[in-house]
Each structure stands twice: as C-alpha cells, then as structure tokens.
C-alpha cells in the first residue's frame, strides 16, 4: 500500500513538473545578416568592409543564452571594400588567401550572460587555417518575433583581434613610423535567425 502510493506521489509529481525546454536549430538568415569589419588606414582614416557570405546556425531553447551554440561561416572571397583593387589585394595571399583557405568559421565554445540583454559569446575563429579564441560582446538576444510559421530572433556582437595573430601579416610603414593598414580589426557581426515552427 505504501509503496503504491510512493508511486502515484512520483507520478504526479512527474506530470505536474514543467518539460525542460529542448534545444531545436536556428538559421542564420543571410539576407538580413552581416559580417562587418573596419581597420584603421594610414592612422587618418577608417576604412570598413563586409562579407557578402554568411551562413550558419544557433543551436538554442529559445530562453537560456548559456546553453546556445553557435556555428557561422563566412565566404572569404566575398570580402567588399567598394574598391575592386583593394578587394582584390585582401583576396590575395597577402591577406585573406582566399584562393587556399576560401572559408572562415566561428564555433562557439560558451555563452556567458554578462548582464540584461547581455552576453558574452567565446568561440574558435579560424581564419588563413589559423584557429584562436575570440570573446565577443553580445548585445541582445532581442525578443522573439513570430512571423507566419515561423520565428526569428536577432543579436549583435562584437570583438577586436590583431590580425597577426591569424597570419594576416602584411605590412607596409608611412615615413612617419606608423602602419598603412593598422593590425587590430574590429569585427561586428548583425545576426538575424530564424526558425520554422512544425
């Protein structure tokens, strides 16, 4: 008789309790997305570009950011500076060496809320075959938004590295002791993910 009832206690108990929520795939939706980048020229100006490429997914509840994970790949050879000439040379082996390592990826390692609407996402960058841990600061996510049969969410982050660091090591030096192209670039990804609803 106990035991029977330690049992409908349990049962209950199983059914009353709230499912845990499961983690389903969000797609990064390219044509509201960017990768964006911007490296200081002849220390006067800035000049700022992006890949026209961007693909990935977010695996997430939907609710708990520290349980997300994130994979994103950006097409190398998509770089657009609105100079051909200058695009061409960040292609080259110079630089992005597009031609051999056509693709740079991010996979995300945690995901560390950092305050309301906050977060900070580490992850493996790899770019030119070169792999480093990146911390991006995450503004966001925003609240869901249902559209039709589906939902979309967005986010934005961003992080600095020295692009030596990847093997991007070209150089050149104004009569002045400064760099034609500064070695720290400051990257800002606009992420926009949806998910089909069953």
């Known amino acids: 008789m106990f035991r029977r009832h330690v049992l409908a206690v349990a049962a209950a108990a199983m059914v009353a309790a709230p499912a ?3 983690q389903t795939t969000w797609q990064i939706d390219p044509s509201h997305s960017a990768a964006q980048f911007s490296v200081k020229h002849m220390m006067v100006s800035t000049v700022r570009g992006q890949f026209g490429k961007l693909a990935g997914t977010i695996q997430w509840d939907g609710k708990d950011v520290s349980k997300a994970a994130i994979e994103a790949t950006v097409d190398a050879a998509s770089i657009d500076t ?12 110079d630089f992005l060496d597009a031609q051999n390592f056509p693709t740079i990826t991010f996979k995300s390692v945690s995901v560390e809320p950092a305050g309301p609407g906050k977060a900070k996402l580490t992850g493996d960058l790899t770019m030119r075959g070169v792999t480093r841990r990146v911390v991006f600061d995450v503004e966001g996510p925003t609240p869901i938004v249902k559209q039709g049969a589906a939902e979309r969410v967005g986010a934005t982050a961003t992080a600095t590295i020295n692009r030596k660091d990847f093997g991007v090591s070209w150089s050149r030096t104004l009569d002045s002791g400064g760099l034609v192209v500064s070695e720290e670039v400051a990257i800002t ?5 949806v998910r089909k609803l069953q």
């Open 189 to 193: 990804i606009d992420i926009e993910a």
């Open 20 to 22: 845990a929520a499961q």
């Open 82 to 93: 609105r100079e051909e000439k200058r695009d061409t040379h960040l292609r080259s082996a």
